[in-house]
């Protein structure tokens, strides 16, 4: 396929292997934020292949892993309702609420829908007049045009039946909230591709600056990690810090700006809890007041459902980079992908997953 | 429900119960009485005409020869029973033939028990039995005894079909999982993940545009001029739902070994690809339904291989990889750019992501 | 948490709102919106997530690179280390049997 080959190509990621090993000189913790380029980075095989100096971090980008868990018992309350049909991405349907996840609930004869586009949920809705169709609006910023879009519509057409349960999470805040933290050990980053084909990528060279960190925008296939890697590790070697496009055939500096406007005008900044970080001011979008009518969380009295976390679950530590999922308690005895007790053992390009299939043949890159 | 199907079997004989009298299958045909007698005569034992199936005995006597018997037994409940390809009735006839083949047998007969619906179309239980019977007479498999029970409106998906087959395992082949050995050869007869994509094709939310066709087929005729090769064929399973790593993830299993694939090797159609791509799916994982792995001693290996070739099932056989010591029970991927990774067996269904 | 892929644009209607077009991704068609690219034309790459093409492929980017990559010195031809399953060549047959 154009495009996607030739940055699988073997001979090209071979060279740039070459390259990091030839120009690092001394250890270096690289976090990725993006849960696809995690996909990549185990599917591929990459970390055993880095010289040991690099460590690499899987960072908190999966909107399956981050997702509040009072939000996931919130989807699952107004799945369970019958006059609800209740569409979403296939990745949210495994992750565990704090007693069940939405495939049993489809499995005990909820009408829940795997879509593909936040579209085919609003055409569910006008083909279904007299249910409630609900949209799980999750993801970072690379998804919030669609979401926003899907409310556009739906308002457009004036439906009446049709509502996103939104939890939106944004790059930057998390970025921050891991390098300010006393215990950070990240040292660069990878930042999100599809999320700055949308954005852009000027919000982050002030937290370059502020924190002495180079952030290199990347893409999705083996090459374009690689390439990512070599070139934050080239700023690591020469003490620079600054915002580098790796990603230029899908990135501009000012984004996509259309899509930009969609979302200002459809959603507006808020707190977010992050499952297993906690609370990051700013780092959510929520619909604005004049699409109230569209927001499941007002139409559906689910209240303030409070949840609590597995006390043995550390995925917060996980996604912060601050342990390794083997170093878990519960790892691969009470917690695996069968019955997993949190999200990054059930998202295959979570960590903790992604440590499971993978490293019980590899032993563990370590320090 | 009852959509009417998508795909044109009009070409075939007309409906011989008369669909003006008759639009839509009964509860009183599966009652035992004259319309189960009607449904049975008209629609099943006009094409599965054969001397066992005649006397329509509570059960066919047949002759068979001294040996070893292999049994088989499937049911399918696949929706939506039409597809690009392929219906629910010929899935359910090759299945059970290629279940049979897998063992090393030689499909001889068939036995299937319908459940239908109420209100299940007539001319869609027509265009099924009209797909059975070709099915079979393409694997060379005769019908020989059959159940017919309808349920209330509401009490069963359209059709659901139980197929169980028999043959003979012919003298010197010795086929099962266990005998996978160290150093033999894993081959595989061709591109993998049409059928499951096909099915997600027609599913709602997820249609393409292009037509991507199951690949049901069967696959005894194949395996027959695979042993004539060589006998030397230690396990044969095709991988239907879960896909080649399922099936290689319990053969290594069973038999303790370590497995290593090429990911380069492991051929996808170019729109299977761009589907699996677009949904997130990793064709290892997927269903397949006209394709079987066989784990072949090293030394006959490229003898087998030929054999396939030059099969109409098996035109795009290729060598993915090896049985190994290192890992037992573990199947590993050598991805192309040299790094590798588990194979791991899935929990649950695979399911389409955005992440 | 950004699955899109490349796809090559077939045909754009620009009447319906939103402005929708059809997209190949390998020969498999599907119908994407475009309406945050107006300037796409049809034989255009887009980048496609969720149904909707959220940045135009820059072709003439993306040539350049692949053209550094060929410039680039050549890579190692056997990567040591970090592969623990190195395919073994057809080995003897077990005389076991």
Redesign the interface.
């Known amino acids: ?4 080959d ?1 940055f ?12 990091i090993r030839e120009i690092t000189t001394r250890p270096w913790t690289i976090m990725e934020i ?3 380029q995690t ?1 990549t980075i ?9 010289p040991p100096e690099i460590m690499l971090v899987h960072g908190p ?4 892993c981050v997702t509040a868990l009072e939000i996931i018992d919130k989807a699952i309350a107004i799945a369970s309702r019958p006059d609800v049909i209740f569409t979403s ?3 949210m ?2 992750v565990p609420g704090s007693s069940t996840d939405l ?1 049993s609930v489809k499995a005990k004869g909820g009408n829940v ?8 949920a609003v055409r569910l809705a006008q083909q279904n007049p007299h249910r409630k169709v609900v949209f799980f609006a999750v ?2 910023e ?2 919030a ?2 979401n926003a ?1 899907a409310v556009w ?1 739906a308002e ?1 057409l004036g439906l009446t039946n049709f509502s996103i349960l939104c939890s939106h999470v944004l790059v930057p805040p998390a970025m921050e909230a891991i390098l300010s933290s006393p215990t950070n050990r990240v040292q660069g980053f990878l930042a ?4 700055c ?2 954005m852009g990528y000027e919000e982050y060279f002030p937290i370059a600056r502020r924190y002495h960190v180079p952030i290199v925008v990347t893409g ?1 296939e ?2 374009d990690i690689l390439q990512g890697l070599a070139l934050t590790v080239e700023q690591l070697e020469n003490g620079e810090c600054t915002v580098e496009n790796q990603y ?5 500096r000012e984004g ?1 700006v ?2 930009q406007k ?1 979302i200002a005008e459809v959603f507006e900044r808020t707190d977010r809890k992050w499952r297993g970080i906690g609370q990051i001011p700013g780092s959510g979008y929520r619909l604005r007041e004049q699409f109230s009518a569209y927001d499941a969380e007002r139409i559906f009295d689910v209240g303030h459902l409070a949840a609590e976390e597995s006390p043995l679950c550390i995925a917060g530590l996980v996604l912060q980079g601050l342990r390794k999922p083997h170093e878990c308690s519960a790892f691969g005895s009470r917690c695996t ?2 019955r997993p007790l949190g999200a990054p053992m059930v ?3 979570g960590a903790c997953a992604a440590y499971y ?2 490293g ?3 032993p563990h890159p370590t320090h | 429900m009852a959509g009417s199907p998508t795909y044109d079997f009009s070409a075939g004989p007309a409906c011989p119960i008369p669909i003006s009298d008759y639009p839509t299958v009964l509860l009183a045909h599966g009652g035992g009485g004259k319309l189960s007698q009607h449904l049975i005569q008209k629609l099943f034992l006009s094409q599965f005409q054969n001397p066992h199936l005649a006397p329509l005995h509570d059960g066919a006597i047949l002759p068979v020869d001294a040996g070893r018997l292999a049994f088989s037994t499937d049911s399918y409940v696949i929706h939506p029973i039409f597809f690009p390809g392929g219906t629910i009735g010929e899935l359910a006839v090759n299945g059970t033939v290629n279940d049979l083949a897998m063992c090393g047998a030689r499909p001889q007969y068939l036995s299937v028990a319908f459940i239908l619906e109420e209100g299940l179309p007539m001319g869609d239980l027509w265009r099924i039995v009209l797909a059975m019977r070709q099915a079979a007479d393409l694997a060379g498999i005769t019908l020989v005894t059959g159940d017919t029970k309808v349920v209330d409106k509401g009490k069963g998906d359209m059709i659901f079909i139980t197929t169980s087959g028999i043959g003979m395992i012919p003298e010197g082949i010795d086929i099962g999982p266990e005998r996978a050995r160290t150093g033999d050869t894993i081959i595989l007869s061709g591109s993998i993940a049409d059928h499951g994509i096909a099915i997600m094709s027609v599913r ?3 249609e393409f545009e292009t037509q991507i066709a199951s690949d049901t087929a069967a696959l005894n005729g194949l395996v027959e001029s695979m042993f004539s090769a060589s006998k030397a064929i230690h396990v044969l399973r095709d991988p239907t739902r879960g896909g080649v790593a399922s099936a290689l993830n319990e053969i290594a299993g069973t038999a303790r070994v370590g497995m290593v694939l090429r990911e380069d090797s492991i051929p996808v159609r ?1 729109e299977v ?2 589907a699996c ?4 799916l990793d064709p290892l994982y997927v269903a397949n339904e006209g394709k079987l792995l066989a784990i072949v001693d090293a030394a006959s290996s490229e003898r087998v291989l030929e054999a396939m070739r030059a099969h109409p099932r098996g035109r795009d056989a290729v060598i993915i990889g090896e049985v190994i010591d290192d ?1 037992p029970g ?1 199947v ?1 991927m ?9 194979v ?1 067996m899935l ?2 269904e695979q ?5 | ?6 796809g ?1 644009v077939l045909d754009i209607n620009r009447i319906s ?2 402005v929708m077009g059809k997209v190949s ?2 020969g498999i068609q599907k119908d994407v ?1 475009l ?4 300037e796409v034309q049809p034989g255009d ?1 887009v ?1 496609v ?4 093409a ?2 135009r ?3 003439k ?2 040539l350049e ?2 053209k550094l ?1 060929e410039e ?5 031809d056997e ?1 040591d ?5 190195d395919a073994p060549g057809p080995v003897e047959p077990d005389n076991s049997r």
């Open positions: 396929m154009r495009y996607i030739e699988r190509d073997a001979g090209t990621a071979k060279k740039f292997v070459a390259k993006c849960g696809g996909h185990v599917k591929y095989g990459i970390e055993p292949l880095l980008g999966c909107p399956v991405f296939g990745d349907l495994r495939l829908r795997i879509v593909y586009s936040p579209l085919d993801g970072f690379t998804t045009p669609a879009m519509q457009r999100a591709g599809h999320v084909t949308v999705f083996p090459v230029t055939r899908s990135v501009r996509n259309p899509a969609l992908p069968e998202s295959s390009e299939h993978y019980r043949v590899q | 709602e939310g997820l170019e690809r761009g791509e677009l949904l997130g890992h573990v590993v050598k991805s192309r750019i040299g790094g590798s990774r588990v791991d929990s649950g399911l389409p992501r955005i992440c | 948490m950004c699955l899109a892929i490349p090559k709102s939103p991704f390998g919106c309406e945050w690219l107006p790459y980048i997530h969720v149904g909707f959220i940045s492929m820059d072709e980017e993306a690179t692949l990559f680039m010195e050549g890579g190692l990567l280390g970090g592969d623990p399953s």
